[in-house]
């Protein structure tokens, strides 16, 4: 055998190993991949000598959604009505709404440091699974505001991946809400981190493609945009799911072990288009809005 013919065996098993292993469940995603990277906003600013200020402007979008007993990340995109998370944020384990909506708050904070609370609205919403458990590229949730943000937050925008592909191996921002697993701090102090996407091609039990990316996460993180930098903002190219492995229980290196985001497709991106339209329109103002299959 030659040593191409080896190698090329060599990457067939390990892509056939990764596929074999299922996503561990995001309820548990908690990973901390090499050096503790994670900072607080004050942290980075001094570090990089970028003013807070300039931060809570470029990620002011992202912000905590808090729903009874729960604590997890989602952003503003499109307009200021509109917000992005993952499914299994707002889903129990049989796939169904264990509060209604409207006792979910989603908390950003404003330019002058101040957190600001707004409901979440119990119209125009769409989720792509009722059981994200199993299908992890449909863990996504797009759900709307009863007021919007404060004109100051600029939202992140999501864009068609067929006419504006999802670099490889990028490197990418992420604003995570909510920890359990850092240094021991509050649950609600962000964090901001610069990592690299791993992959954008792995399949969990066969399914369709999610992306590995190298940020560590802990509880609440679920939900947090991955973020390039474009002209116009920042644009969300993925969200945290979950965590991935090929040797559960070894220690997160990022290329056996590392998190698991689903990648923004056209699902998500007419979904986040269509809340936004019904909701200018007005046209669901006594009704919930059910996905396709739900109706």
């Known amino acids: ?10 990457i067939a098993g390990s ?3 990764l596929a074999a292993v299922s996503l561990l469940p995001a309820a548990g995603l908690a990973a901390v991949i090499g050096k ?22 470029r990620f002011g979008a992202s912000g905590l959604l808090e729903c009874p007993g729960r604590l997890s990340s989602a952003q503003v995109v499109g307009n ?6 993952s499914a299994h944020n707002i889903l129990d384990d049989k796939g169904r709404f264990p509060w209604a909506l409207d006792t979910c708050v989603f908390v950003v904070t404003g330019l002058d440091g101040r957190a600001v609370e707004y409901r979440v609205s119990t119209k125009n919403w769409r989720i792509g699974t009722r059981r994200p458990d199993r299908n992890r590229y449909q863990d996504w949730a797009v759900l709307t505001l009863e007021v919007p943000v404060e004109a100051t937050v600029e939202p992140y925008s999501v864009e068609d991946p067929g006419s504006h592909p999802v670099p490889q191996r990028g490197a990418v921002t992420v604003i995570a809400a909510s920890h359990d697993n850092w240094r021991r701090r ?8 610069n990592c690299r996407l791993r992959s954008i091609r792995l399949k969990i039990n066969g399914r ?16 947090a945009a991955l973020l390039i930098r474009q002209r116009s903002g920042y644009r969300i190219v993925g969200l945290a799911v979950g965590e991935r492995s090929r040797r ?3 220690a997160y290196d990022g290329l056996r072990h590392f998190n698991a985001a689903v990648p923004m497709h056209r699902r998500i991106v007419a979904a986040v288009k269509a809340v936004e339209r019904e909701r200018l329109t007005d046209r669901s103002t006594d009704r919930v809005l059910l996905p396709p299959e739900f109706r």
């Open 248 to 250: 559960p229980g070894a």
């Open 15 to 17: 892509l056939f190993a």
């Open 80 to 85: 200021r009505w509109t917000i992005l998370t």
């Open 186 to 193: 509050s649950k609600r102090v962000a964090s901001i981190e």
């Open 208 to 223: 369709r493609n999610l992306m590995g990316f190298d940020c560590d996460t802990g509880k609440g993180a679920s939900g």
């Open 36 to 57: 503790e990277s994670r900072e607080t906003f004050a942290g980075h600013a001094q570090r990089t000598g970028v003013s807070p200020l300039v931060l809570r402007r």
């Open 1 to 10: 055998m030659t040593f191409r013919q080896m190698r090329a065996t060599l």
